[in-house]
């Protein structure tokens, strides 16, 4: 069973960085590694996605050229690089694994998840 663990979230104002670390241990032997977020009172979106085995990328239009999704040489260590933040980024953000290809936005398509942590952007 896979165990994600994220770090990393915080409040900033607008405009200011932060980095989203997950953790994943346990059997990890799964491609896809995903971010999502939750915002009060909507529902979840897929962020960002990246597949562990050779690096390609996915990013939802309200996040390109501002987030970046990355992982360690390992697979084990999973980032988002969130830059130019705004207050409609404010969200529990969710790191999500998926045993897939291609990998998707699609929460529907990953099965393991961590408990989030939360982003708080302010004016």
């Known amino acids: 069973q896979v165990q994600l663990v994220e770090s990393g979230g915080g409040s900033v104002q607008t405009g200011g960085s932060l980095r989203l670390s997950c953790a994943a241990s346990?059997?990890?032997?799964?491609?896809?590694m995903g971010w999502f977020r939750q915002a009060d009172g909507k529902g979840r979106e897929g962020v960002a996605a990246?597949?562990?085995?050779?690096?390609?990328?996915n990013y939802a239009d309200s996040v390109k050229g501002r987030f970046t999704i990355s992982r360690d040489n390992a697979g084990n260590m999973v980032y988002l690089q969130m830059n130019v933040l705004k207050p409609e980024d404010t969200a529990m953000y969710y790191c999500a694994a998926a045993d897939r290809w291609p990998c998707s936005l699609d929460e529907r398509e990953y099965n393991n998840w961590g408990q989030g942590t939360q982003v708080t952007v302010s004016q």
């Open positions: 990246i597949s562990r085995l050779i690096g390609t990328t």
């Open positions: 346990g059997y990890i032997y799964k491609n896809c």
